[in-house]
Each structure stands twice: as structure tokens, then as C-alpha cells.
């Protein structure tokens, strides 16, 4: 299988409902290298990231990043090796890894996700 690194989410800006942002395609992993945030508001605000397995309700321990704070017009870059997989079936929630966010404030931080897929 060919590996390809790529923008696998984003710019996207954050809202606050809880919101899947990557699904794993059919037949494939995906290694997550970096997360990029910035919070592009006047004020301080906050971003959670979720790792939710495939077929599982999204809760408190898919947590992978728990309220990272960033100040008006920070930008934080973080490198990861986080292995996401999908089982073969279609890709859903049901079959695939996914990456959730939230936001402590709607208009405030945007993201960026690299990566490497096998396809």
C-alpha cells in the first residue's frame, strides 16, 4: 500500500458541539503527525481532542488532549505518532478511528491535522 502524507483535516475552526473531523477511509490506517492550533480571537480560549475506537460511544477516556489552553493569537504546534485504523468496512463510526474536537468558544481557535495515510 502506498503511504501518503497529507492535510487531513483543516483550516477548520473549532465550534462548540462536539464534532468528528477525520474519519479513517475504507481498507486504511492513518498515523496522526501533527496537530496545529491557533486561536486566531481577542480572548483566551480552549481546545479538547478525542481519539474515539471505532464503534464505541465518544466519552471522557478517548480524551487525547484535555483542554489546551491558548491565549489571543497563540498558535501551538504538536508532533504525535497516534495509529488510527479502519476494520475494513466502509468508512463510519462504526468501522473507523475517528478524531473528534470541541472548543471552549465558537469563533476562536482554527486546526490543522497532518498526516500519513496508507491507501
Do not use: C, W
Not at 498515523?31 to 479538547?48: H, L, P, Q, R
Not at 485504523?85 to 473507523?96: E, I, K
Amino acid at each position: 500500500m502506498a503511504m501518503t502524507y497529507k492535510r487531513l483535516a483543516g483550516p477548520l475552526t473549532a465550534t462548540t458541539s462536539t464534532t468528528s473531523i477525520y474519519t479513517v477511509p475504507q481498507n486504511s490506517t492513518t498515523v496522526i503527525k501533527e496537530f496545529i492550533f491557533t486561536n486566531y480571537s481577542a480572548a483566551t480560549a480552549t481546545i479538547t481532542v478525542y481519539i474515539k475506537e471505532a464503534n464505541v460511544t465518544l466519552a471522557d477516556g478517548h480524551i487525547i488532549i484535555s483542554d489546551l489552553s491558548l491565549s489571543a493569537d497563540e498558535t501551538f504546534s504538536m508532533s504525535a505518532s497516534l495509529v488510527l485504523h479502519n476494520d475494513g468496512g466502509t468508512a463510519s463510526a462504526t468501522t473507523s478511528d475517528q478524531i473528534h474536537i470541541v472548543a471552549s468558544a465558537g469563533s476562536a481557535i482554527n486546526l490543522v491535522m497532518n498526516g500519513i495515510e496508507d491507501a
